[in-house]
C-alpha cells in the first residue's frame, strides 16, 4: 500500500472516530440534559393534577399553565433533533447568532431550576450586542444551560454571565474546579464536571470557539466559552 493510500485510510478512520465520538456525546449527553426538564415537567403536571382535584382553576391559569408545560416539552423535541444532527455533523441549523441573546435565554431557563436546587443566585453581567458567532442557538444555549446548572448543583449561590467580544464567561462561587479539567475524565458534581462539561467542550468548538474553565484567585469556578482572541 502506497504512502497515498495509507494516508487516505487514516484520515476516513479519523473522520469515522470522531463521527462516532460525537455520536456518543450526543446519546449521552441527551440523557443528562433531558433529566432536568423532563424531572420538572413530571414535578409541574403532579401539581396541576392535584390542584384541579382539589379546586377549581381558573381556565384562564390552567391555559397558562399547560401552555408553560408544553413549551417545556417543544423544547425538549427539539433539542432531540438537534443534538442528533449534531451527531450526524449536520450544520443545517448554524447561523449567525448573538452571544447576548443566548446569555439571556440559558439564564431564563436556568432560573427556575437554580431556585429549586440550591436557591441560587443567577445575574446577568457585561453584553456586547456586537458579539456574534456562527452555532446552532439551541445547542449553544443548551451547552451554556449545562453550565450554569453544573455551578449551582455543585454548590454555587450567586453565578454571573459575562458577554464580550472574545465570548461568554460564567463566574460563581462554588467550589471552583480544584485543578481538573473536562478532558481529564472527572464527573463528581463537587467539580461540576463530566459529560455535560465534555458536550459543552463539543459544541463550542463545533462552533469554532473552545472551551476553558478554572478556579479563580478569589474562590470560585470560571468558565469560558471563547470564540474570539
Given at each position: 500500500?502506497?504512502?497515498?493510500?495509507?494516508?487516505?485510510?487514516?484520515?476516513?478512520?479519523?473522520?469515522?472516530?470522531?463521527?462516532?465520538?460525537?455520536?456518543?456525546?450526543?446519546?449521552?449527553?441527551?440523557?443528562?440534559?433531558?433529566?432536568?426538564?423532563?424531572?420538572?415537567?413530571?414535578?409541574?403536571?403532579?401539581?396541576?393534577?392535584?390542584?384541579?382535584?382539589?379546586?377549581?382553576?381558573?381556565?384562564?391559569?390552567?391555559?397558562?399553565?399547560?401552555?408553560?408545560?408544553?413549551?417545556?416539552?417543544?423544547?425538549?423535541?427539539?433539542l432531540?433533533?438537534?443534538?442528533?444532527?449534531?451527531?450526524?455533523?449536520?450544520?443545517?441549523?448554524?447561523?449567525?447568532?448573538?452571544?447576548?441573546?443566548?446569555?439571556?435565554?440559558?439564564?431564563?431557563?436556568?432560573?427556575?431550576?437554580a431556585?429549586?436546587?440550591?436557591?441560587?443566585?443567577?445575574?446577568?453581567?457585561?453584553?456586547?450586542?456586537?458579539?456574534?458567532?456562527?452555532?446552532?442557538?439551541?445547542?449553544?444555549?443548551?451547552?451554556?444551560?449545562?453550565?450554569?446548572?453544573?455551578?449551582?448543583?455543585?454548590?454555587?449561590s450567586?453565578?454571573?454571565?459575562?458577554?464580550?467580544?472574545?465570548?461568554?464567561?460564567?463566574?460563581?462561587?462554588?467550589?471552583?474546579?480544584?485543578?481538573?479539567?473536562?478532558?481529564?475524565?472527572?464527573?463528581?458534581?463537587?467539580?461540576?464536571?463530566?459529560?455535560?462539561?465534555?458536550?459543552?467542550?463539543?459544541?463550542?468548538?463545533?462552533?469554532?470557539?473552545?472551551?476553558?474553565?478554572?478556579?479563580?484567585?478569589?474562590?470560585?469556578?470560571?468558565?469560558?466559552?471563547?470564540?474570539?482572541?
Amino acid at each position: 500500500m502506497g504512502l497515498a493510500q495509507r494516508t487516505a485510510r487514516g484520515y476516513h478512520r479519523g473522520v469515522q472516530d470522531q463521527r462516532i465520538i460525537r455520536m456518543g456525546l450526543a446519546g449521552l449527553g441527551l440523557a443528562h440534559e433531558l433529566n432536568s426538564p423532563l424531572t420538572a415537567t413530571a414535578l409541574a403536571l403532579e401539581l396541576l393534577i392535584e390542584r384541579i382535584g382539589a379546586e377549581a382553576v381558573p381556565p384562564a391559569e390552567l391555559t397558562a399553565e399547560l401552555g408553560r408545560i408544553l413549551a417545556n416539552v417543544q423544547r425538549m423535541t427539539a433539542l432531540v433533533r438537534h443534538l442528533r444532527a449534531f451527531a450526524r455533523g449536520d450544520r443545517s441549523a448554524v447561523g449567525p447568532v448573538a452571544l447576548d441573546t443566548v446569555a439571556d435565554a440559558a439564564l431564563r431557563l436556568a432560573r427556575p431550576a437554580a431556585e429549586v436546587l440550591g436557591e441560587a443566585t443567577l445575574e446577568r453581567g457585561d453584553a456586547d450586542p456586537a458579539a456574534i458567532v456562527q452555532a446552532d442557538p439551541l445547542l449553544l444555549e443548551q451547552a451554556l444551560l449545562c453550565v450554569l446548572v453544573n455551578a449551582v448543583e455543585a454548590g454555587a449561590s450567586a453565578v454571573r454571565v459575562d458577554v464580550h467580544a472574545a465570548g461568554i464567561e460564567v463566574l460563581d462561587d462554588g467550589p471552583g474546579f480544584q485543578g481538573h479539567t473536562p478532558a481529564a475524565g472527572h464527573s463528581t458534581k463537587a467539580t461540576g464536571l463530566g459529560i455535560g462539561l465534555s458536550l459543552v467542550r463539543a459544541i463550542t468548538e463545533d462552533a469554532g470557539g473552545r472551551l476553558e474553565v478554572g478556579d479563580r484567585p478569589t474562590g470560585g469556578g470560571s468558565t469560558r466559552l471563547i470564540f474570539g482572541a
